[in-house]
């Protein structure tokens, strides 16, 4: 019981995060800085809010959860298992860019892990959501590379962007009350042996961009939302991103 809790717990922050920020990137459709961008982040949001959608199916067909329009457009901002990265509003391009950058990289890592968990339907899921992701992050080190060598303006722009993320990226990896669980049944290596691979990961790459990542050590996290707590941002998400699914939850579309 402990581990069936533990790998929903688990299938949840990652369906949450995935249709959140699949939601938050969309909001670049038709105010991208060039018409390319415009297309590319509507179609790095199709590709999230896909996966979330295979991921709240694994909830519904082996945890016996409502189907996923139910779970993804039918619960409070509380019950909700997201972190507070990928609830913040787009804010200016830099930002993010950033946030898709520190976000994808996790990603990746997280979903070449679980290629090898012992829970097989999220081992088999994970090779196929892996094809997408990787083009997610060639197109994240494609514009922060460029970016950041490109003028001291937008050099300077990009690193700002990586401070005030950073805290917030380190949020993806707050630990579940179950953590244990998983790790001791392979069904996942665990948050913060995730965070270790990303931060050498990140670091490499901005490094060699000539960015300065912030340490670890000195960083205080924001935490909360794998436990339920979220930004003032979440709430009037959901509302906007429910509307007409509210209209009639029975509706067949």
């Given at each position: 019981?402990?581990?069936?809790?533990?790998?929903?717990?688990?299938?949840?922050?990652?369906?949450?995060?995935?249709?959140?920020?699949g939601h938050?990137?969309?909001?670049?459709?038709?105010?991208?800085?060039?018409?390319?961008?415009?297309?590319?982040?509507?179609?790095?949001?199709?590709?999230?809010?896909?996966?979330?959608?295979?991921l709240y199916?694994?909830?519904?067909?082996?945890?016996?959860?409502?189907?996923?329009?139910?779970?993804?457009?039918?619960?409070?901002?509380?019950?909700?298992?997201?972190?507070?990265?990928?609830?913040?509003?787009?804010?200016?391009?830099?930002?993010?860019?950033?946030?898709?950058?520190?976000?994808?990289?996790?990603?990746?890592?997280?979903?070449?892990?679980?290629?090898?968990?012992?829970?097989?339907?999220?081992?088999?899921?994970?090779?196929?959501?892996?094809?997408?992701?990787?083009?997610?992050i060639l197109?994240?080190?494609?514009?922060?590379?460029?970016?950041?060598?490109?003028?001291?303006?937008?050099?300077?722009?990009?690193?700002?962007?990586?401070?005030?993320?950073?805290?917030?990226?380190?949020?993806?990896?707050?630990?579940?009350?179950?953590?244990?669980?998983?790790?001791?049944?392979?069904?996942?290596?665990?948050?913060?042996?995730?965070?270790?691979?990303?931060?050498?990961?990140?670091?490499?790459?901005?490094?060699?961009?000539?960015?300065?990542?912030?340490?670890?050590?000195?960083?205080?996290?924001?935490?909360?939302?794998?436990?339920?707590?979220?930004?003032?941002?979440?709430?009037?998400?959901?509302?906007?991103?429910?509307?007409?699914?509210?209209?009639?939850?029975?509706?067949?579309?």
């Open positions: 019981m402990t581990n069936e809790h533990a790998t929903k717990e688990l299938l949840f922050k990652m369906a949450d995060d995935a249709l959140i920020i938050r990137n969309s909001e670049w459709t038709g105010i991208g800085p060039t018409i390319e961008e415009d297309i590319a982040f509507s179609s790095m949001s199709q590709d999230k809010i896909g996966h979330a959608q295979a199916t694994l909830l519904h067909e082996h945890f016996n959860e409502a189907d996923p329009d139910a779970l993804g457009f039918g619960r409070t901002a509380t019950n909700f298992k997201s972190c507070w990265l990928v609830e913040l509003p787009i804010g200016a391009y830099d930002f993010t860019l950033m946030r898709h950058f520190l976000f994808d990289h996790a990603e990746i890592l997280r979903y070449q892990s679980l290629q090898q968990s012992s829970f097989t339907p999220l081992a088999q899921l994970s090779g196929k959501i892996i094809g997408e992701i990787k083009y997610h197109h994240a080190n494609t514009w922060v590379k460029q970016l950041s060598t490109s003028t001291e303006e937008a050099h300077a722009r990009i690193q700002t962007a990586l401070n005030t993320v950073f805290p917030y990226a380190l949020g993806i990896f707050e630990t579940g009350d179950n953590e244990q669980a998983l790790i001791n049944d392979a069904t996942f290596i665990g948050e913060q042996a995730l965070q270790a691979h990303w931060y050498q990961k990140i670091s490499g790459l901005l490094n060699s961009y000539g960015l300065t990542v912030p340490n670890i050590a000195d960083t205080n996290p924001v935490y909360g939302g794998r436990k339920g707590f979220h930004s003032e941002h979440l709430s009037p998400l959901l509302i906007e991103m429910t509307e007409v699914f509210r209209i009639d939850e029975t509706a067949e579309w």
